[in-house]
C-alpha cells in the first residue's frame, strides 16, 4: 500500500519561502512521476509541477515558473516542492501524488501534467498573507 504524507506547509508573508516535502512509503520508486497539485475552496485540483523520478525531467505550471522548484531524493523515496516569493494567490492546500506504473516513454509523450495520478497525499495548508 503506497503512502504520501506531506510536510512543511504553514503561515508566510508574501515574497517569502517554504518547502514542502512528500515521503512515499510502500514500494521503491525507480519509475513513474511525482506531482504537486493546489486546490482552494470552490477550485479544482490543479497541477503545480511533476517530476520524473528516472532522469528527473521536470514540468510546471505556467504561474510558478521561476518561483517554484521540485526535486526528488531517489534515496529517501522523497520529493520537495521549494517555493520561493509567494504570493497571496498561491495560498492552498498543495497535495502530493504518485504515479508509479508509467514508464519514461509513456511520460514523454503524454506529459506530466496529463497523465492520471493514482496515489494521493492528505494535503497541507499553505497560507500566504499580504
Known amino acids: 500500500q503506497v503512502q504520501l504524507v506531506e510536510s512543511g506547509g504553514g503561515l508566510v508573508q508574501a515574497g517569502g519561502s517554504l518547502r514542502l516535502s512528500c515521503a512515499a512509503s510502500?514500494?521503491?520508486?525507480?519509475?513513474?512521476?511525482m506531482g504537486w497539485f493546489r486546490q482552494t475552496p470552490g477550485k479544482e485540483r490543479e497541477f503545480i509541477a511533476g517530476?520524473?523520478?528516472?532522469?528527473?525531467?521536470?514540468d510546471y505550471l505556467d504561474s510558478v515558473k521561476g518561483r517554484f522548484t521540485i526535486s526528488r531524493d531517489n534515496t529517501k523515496n522523497t520529493v520537495y516542492l521549494q517555493m520561493n516569493s509567494l504570493k497571496p494567490e498561491d495560498t492552498a492546500v498543495y497535495y502530493c501524488?504518485?504515479?508509479?506504473?508509467?514508464?519514461?516513454?509513456?511520460?514523454?509523450?503524454?506529459?506530466?501534467?496529463?497523465?492520471?495520478?493514482?496515489?494521493w497525499g492528505q494535503g497541507t495548508q499553505v497560507t500566504v498573507s499580504s
Open positions: 501524488a504518485a504515479a508509479p506504473e508509467y514508464s519514461d516513454s509513456y511520460l514523454y509523450f503524454r506529459g506530466l501534467r496529463a497523465i492520471s495520478y493514482r496515489y
Open positions: 510502500g514500494r521503491t520508486f525507480s519509475s513513474g512521476a
Open positions: 517530476i520524473k523520478w528516472s532522469g528527473g525531467s521536470t
